[in-house]
Nanobody, 115 residues
Framework: VQLQASGGGLVQVGGSLRLSCAAS????????KGWFRQAPGGRREFVAS????????FYADSVKGRFTISRDNAKNTVDLQMDNLKPEDTAVYYC?????????WGQGTLVTVSS
């Protein structure tokens, strides 16, 4: 299973970014998918997840109302739309699949929010 995340970059406070993660190899297109992040010096934390059929979505309290997770099973991708970004959103963002153990991880994409 390979997960390739993209879309990170530098953005100002209040701006938006859209992350995308493409799964390939033996990645099941209908497996649950999620996004996690790790800030400098911090631990990896949960950001958002989406069920296999896309009907159930879960968000960390810190991103509710600002981030939106979505998926395209035909393309085996999962996206994270991030709006109204804050400096504390600065982190490396990782996509993952195969909950609840989150067996597989992408390489991460850096998001930097400048104030």
């Amino acid at each position: 299973v390979q997960l390739q995340a993209s879309g990170g970059g530098l953005v100002q406070v209040g701006g938006s970014l859209r992350l995308s993660c493409a799964a390939s190899g033996r990645a099941h297109s209908r497996a649950g998918k999620g996004w996690f992040r790790q800030a400098p010096g911090g631990r990896r934390e949960f950001v958002a997840s989406i069920s296999g059929n896309g009907e159930d979505k879960f968000y960390a309290d810190s991103v509710k109302g600002r981030f939106t997770i979505s998926r395209d099973n035909a393309k085996n991708t999962v996206d994270l739309q991030m709006d109204n970004l804050k400096p504390e959103d600065t982190a490396v963002y990782y996509c993952s699949t195969e909950p609840p153990t989150w067996e597989y991880w992408g390489q991460g994409t850096l998001v930097t929010v400048s104030s």
